[in-house]
């Protein structure tokens, strides 16, 4: 079993002249735990095995392509985020990472809070039987009916996203006799992704209610004299994929400003400040993400130190971290087809799915790793390019990788970090079949999302 550092992939291909890539220094068949969920080894007869299963056996029992969850690791995020959070705190679930029954159970027992952005995800949280007041409600576009069944459920709250939205749920809410507990989103001028983040000019999105030009004060001026309204806080979500506290602190500095407002204008502390999720993960050995009691830290220290300056009580502090908790926790698993080697650029890799089970790639230009895992090789490393099945040459899973130059058809290779936005953002292009997810836990497997069926197709297709 070895676990040591994964080679350091040809990031930087695109800044590097062709020919100049240099093949990594380390071992191809190492599996670098950064990138992989915890319980992923590779046995002794060189194979790659996850919760005790050997990935042979998953690819013969359920197929392929194939997104294999890690129960255990799962559970285990969720807890370090619940502990590391404390009592004092909540912890949402982003839903629209992965959701699923099992992983609404999961949630329920681990303590965590959920948040859906649909009524589809708002019905498999409810029917898998998470009590509504630890759902929250989000979207910039929610309809009428989602709105009422959310209120006639009873979730713990929605976040309010525009002006209209404010009046549609008091209505709804006065309408059901009932009084909704709401946070307003508002975009605090903050932008981040990854490594960076911008902290002016980006309220040009469609998400949430300027606090720049005294549109959030206004929107708070209005949902406090509703009936059907309990403004309980404000909320902030600034990006996705991100690695710096910095963009927090600025979002968080300006959420507790307009806290102090709201208190000097209406003699109202909201007692809640949701701080959003976006908190990167590590697709490649090269990103270094933080752990759940650093970003708990970092953010309980700005809040309150931001509310003492301000003479604010500190408020509950909520965060959602969608791709921190299920990203790192599955990898696709693929079957290797046709090869192709094109002459001084690279070799392409088919395998049996592509951008239908992971867009993310074509659609954000996205870094992944790639193994050979259902064998250890000796060979030489290729520069490769995995690509899919589709008809499409954006069709790209991994951009660049090296695998060992003795791949060959009916290899099993699989990419790593692919629990979040990969099987919840699947599609049917080219009336690809969209693949299971299966979970995986102290040696045995279960299907937990069932492989589509050219039946399934067919039947939403009425003639
Ligand atoms: C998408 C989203 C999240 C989760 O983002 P991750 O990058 O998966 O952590 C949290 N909150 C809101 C409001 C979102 O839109």
Redesign the pocket.
Known sequence: MSRSAHPAGPRHADVLPEGHWTAPATDLNALDEKVWSRTVTRDADGAVSVGGIEVARLAEEFGTPAYILDESDFRARCRAWAEAFGADADVFY?G??FLSRAVVRWLKEEGLNL?V?SGGELATALDAGMPAERIAF?GNNKTIAEIERAVTAGVGRIVLDSFQEIVRVAHVAQGLGTRQRVQIRVTVGVEAHTHEFIATAHEDQKFGIALADGQAAEAVRRALTLDGLELVGIHS?IG??IFDMAGFEVSARRVVGLLAEIRDEHGVELPEIDL????GIAYTSEDDPREPHEIAKALGDIVTRECESAGLATPRISV?????IVGPTAFTLYEVGTIKPLEGLRTYVSVDGGMSDNIRTALYDAEYSVSLVSRSSDAGPMLVRVVGKHCESGDIVVKDAFLPSDLAPGDLIAVPATG?YCRSMASNYNHALRPPVVAVRDGRARVIVRRETEEDLLRLDVG
């Open positions: 982003a629209k990472a948040d952005c989000h979500h996705s994929q959003g999720g976006g908190l959602e971290p969608g791709r921190a979040a």
